[in-house]
């Protein structure tokens, strides 16, 4: 049975510390966020999260199967029409497979499961405090993965 999960993915690079500071030497790898815009939204839909729900997907290719992706109303996301999306979605035959979706802003009714699985993650990060960004992103990763499905149901 699946879990109901498709990723996480952290969006940044790592760089060598110029400085020396009192988390890490001079030299040093340290994690540095990068901002996300609507090309760089757009990339991470179609090479992450599209592949990844195809790929975990249960009966992906099923007739009458149909995904529904949706996203809060953020500047970076994309129009649900927009033109590159939905040529993607063409070439890739999944225009009756996919469905964008934005949700209407302060809609306690649509935006439930992502404040009850964030909220949860952040209840365990309170018990474990990262020192560090790798340590964050490994500690994220490792939740997600060993959130119970029961609590994501």
Same mark, same amino acid.
């Given at each position: ?8 993915? *952290? ?6 510390? @110029?400085? $020396?500071? &009192? ?8 994690? &540095? ?5 609507? /090309? !760089?939204?757009?990339? !991470?839909?179609?090479? =992450? ?5 195809? =790929? ?10 149909? &995904?529904?992706?949706?996203? /809060? ?10 033109? =590159?999306? @939905? =040529? +993607? ?6 225009? /009756? ?49 060993? +959130? *119970?499905? $029961?609590?994501?149901?």
């Amino acid at each position: 049975w699946w879990d109901g999960k498709v990723g996480i993915w *952290p969006i940044g690079h790592v760089e060598q510390a @110029q400085k $020396s500071s &009192v988390k890490h030497p001079a030299g040093a790898d340290v994690w &540095v966020n990068d901002n996300v815009d609507k /090309d !760089m939204y757009h990339l !991470m839909l179609i090479n =992450e999260v599209v592949p990844k729900i195809v =790929e975990v997907w249960p009966s992906f290719d099923r007739p009458g199967v149909k &995904v529904k992706l949706q996203q /809060d109303g953020a500047k970076s996301h994309i129009d649900p029409m927009d033109e =590159e999306w @939905q =040529e +993607f979605l063409h070439e890739m035959g999944w225009e /009756d497979k996919i469905e964008l979706l934005t949700q209407p802003a302060n809609s306690p009714d649509t935006n439930v499961n992502d404040l009850a699985f964030f909220n949860s993650l952040q209840t365990d990060y309170y018990d474990y405090a990262p020192t560090n960004s790798f340590e964050l992103i490994e500690f994220v990763k490792k939740a997600h993965a060993e +959130f *119970p499905i $029961s609590k994501l149901k």
